[in-house]
Structure formats: C-alpha cells, structure tokens
C-alpha cells in the first residue's frame, strides 16, 4: 500500500504565501504523475496543478501564474507554492499520485489539507 500524505496548510492573509508538502511512502515503484486537487464546501473537486514524471506541468485557470508544482523524486515529495493567495483560494487541498506498485499502476489520494484565506 501507498500512502500520500500533505503538510503544510493553515491560515493566511490575503496576499500571503503557503507551501503545502505531498509526502509519498510504502511499497512503490515510480511515482508517474502528481496533481493538487482542491474543494471548497458547495463546489465539486477541481484540478489546481499537475506534473508528469518529465516534469511537465499543468494548471487550472484560476492559478494564474501564482503557483508553483514541483517534485522531488529522491524524496518522493511533491509541493505546491501558492503565493498571492485569495480568499477564494480557501479550499481543502489533496494530493493525488499515480504509482507503479509491484504489479498494478494505481492511483492514490492523500487525507487532504485545509487552505484558508482570510484577514
């Protein structure tokens, strides 16, 4: 089993910056691609970044350039920089991989990490 878990949430101003954490462990063999998910109450699930193994990057709309998707392989992290942070970016935030396992491709989910934005 895999598991992935975030760090790095909690409160911060308008304008401030986080830098939430994705740590994986267990029995894997490569992690292919990684993504940040997020969800505010009332709104379905949305995609905020993702990147491949080659490091290709993708992102939603309303990032805007003000995150930032990363790996590093040798520590089997990913992390997500979020700087000028809008209330509308309160939201918790799941890590999501997908990991060769000793015989399946598998996709996993992190416990998630509240972001809240506010004054």
């Known amino acids: 089993q895999v598991q992935l878990v975030e760090s790095g949430g909690g409160l911060v101003q308008p304008g401030g910056s986080l830098r939430l954490s994705c740590a994986a462990s267990?029995?894997?063999?490569?992690?292919?691609?990684m993504a940040w998910y997020r969800q505010a109450p009332g709104n379905q699930r949305e995609l905020v970044a993702s990147?491949?193994?080659?490091?290709?990057?993708t992102y939603g709309d309303f990032v805007k350039g003000r995150f930032t998707i990363s790996r590093d392989d040798a520590k089997n992290t990913g992390y997500l920089q979020m700087n000028n942070l809008e209330p509308e970016d309160t939201a918790n935030y799941s890590c999501?991989?997908?990991?060769?396992?000793?015989?399946?491709?598998?996709?996993?989910w992190g416990q998630g990490t509240q972001v809240t934005v506010s004054s």
């Open positions: 267990g029995n894997m063999l490569t992690i292919y691609s």
């Open positions: 990147i491949t193994r080659a490091g290709t990057t």
């Open positions: 999501n991989a997908n990991v060769q396992t000793a015989n399946l491709l598998r996709n996993f």
